[in-house]
């Protein structure tokens, strides 16, 4: 008689690195359009792109199924 084995869900490598999951289990990643060509951004849009933006809420339950032990 073979046992039943519970498969193991795979996780999403490239959501892996791109977020992260707060205490409270919100789903946070870096702002996008930082990385050059930033002389044509104001002061005021550059400033804002150093925090991190948490993903919005319709999101949030497809990240839970992508990054199950995250």
Known sequence: M???VKVK???KR???KRFKKTGTGKF???TTG???LLTRH??????QG???QVARITEQGHLRRMLPYL
């Open 14 to 16: 490239a959501a892996a």
């Open 42 to 47: 104001s002061r005021k849009l550059k400033r």
């Open 2 to 4: 073979v046992a039943k």
């Open 28 to 30: 946070v990643f870096g």
């Open 9 to 11: 869900q795979k996780t």
């Open 50 to 52: 150093r925090a991190d």
């Open 34 to 36: 930082r990385r050059h």
